[in-house]
C-alpha cells in the first residue's frame, strides 16, 4: 500500500481520530486537538508505531504472542490476524489468572501480551505485570499507559480502525507464507468474514 492509500485509509476507517480526554503522556502523539471534541492523532507517529510493533512481536515465536481483545465488533479483524498469524488469542472475556493459575482451562503462557485496549483488557495487563513479560496496545487518548511497554496510539473504540491496525501490523509482521496469504485477500474481507488458509 503506497503512502497516499495509507493516509487515505487512516483517514477513512477513523484510525487518527481519538476521544477528547486529557492524557499528558498520549500528548505527544497528539497532531491536532478539536476544542470540546476530539484530538486527531499524527499519521506519521502511528505508522511508525505499527511498524515498531512489529519488530517487537517478530522477537517472538507466534505462540509466544497472546492477542487479547474483548471489542466484540472487532471479531473478525481479531480472528483473522491470529489465524493467518498463528499467535494465540483471547477474545471476549478474558478470565483474571489465565497467565498465572495453570489450573485453568485457558491457561496461556506467552512471552508477550498485546491488547486492542487497555482499560477493557486490564486484567491481562495485570496478568502479565505479574509474570514479568511485556505489553503492548492500541491507546487512545484516554487510555491508561500504566504497564504498558510500547503503544500503538489510535482509535480502538471504531472496529474498522482496530481492524486496519491490525492489518497493516500482519503486513509488516509477514513472512513469505503469511505475506502470500495477505496478498489474496483485501481490507474488506478481513475485517467482515473469516479467512481461510
Known amino acids: ?32 486537538r478539536i476544542p470540546n471534541k476530539f484530538v486527531i492523532f499524527n499519521v506519521k507517529m502511528i505508522d511508525e508505531r505499527i511498524k515498531l510493533g512489529a519488530k517487537l512481536l517478530n522477537n517472538y515465536k507466534r505462540k509466544e504472542v497472546l492477542l ?3 471489542f466484540d465488533e ?4 481479531v480472528y483473522n490476524f491470529s489465524r493467518i498469524m498463528g499467535v494465540s488469542v483471547n477474545f471476549g472475556r478474558y478470565l483474571a489468572g489465565s497467565l498465572t493459575n495453570i489450573s485453568y482451562d485457558n491457561f496461556f503462557e ?23 513479560i511485556p505489553v503492548m496496545a492500541i491507546c487512545n487518548n484516554d487510555s491508561s499507559l500504566r504497564f504498558i511497554d510500547l503503544i500503538i496510539p489510535g482509535n480502538n ?4 480502525s482496530v481492524g486496519f491496525i491490525l492489518f497493516l501490523l500482519a503486513n509488516d509482521m509477514a513472512n513469505d507464507k503469511e505475506r502470500s496469504v495477505l496478498s489474496k485477500i483485501t481490507f474488506e474481507d478481513f475485517i467482515s468474514k473469516e479467512i481461510s488458509i
Not at 487512516?10 to 497532531?31: L, P, S
Open 74 to 77: 472487532a471479531y473478525y479483524a
Open 110 to 132: 506467552p512471552k508477550i501480551v498485546f491488547v486492542t485496549d487497555p482499560l477493557t483488557d486490564r486484567r491481562a495487563i495485570k496478568d502479565a505485570k505479574r509474570i514479568n
Open 157 to 160: 473504540k471504531k472496529a474498522e
Open 1 to 32: 500500500m503506497n503512502k497516499a492509500d495509507k493516509l487515505e485509509a487512516y483517514k477513512k476507517y477513523g484510525v487518527r481520530i481519538g476521544t477528547k480526554g486529557a492524557n499528558k503522556f498520549m500528548e505527544k502523539f497528539v497532531f491536532k
Open 68 to 70: 487479547v481483545s474483548t
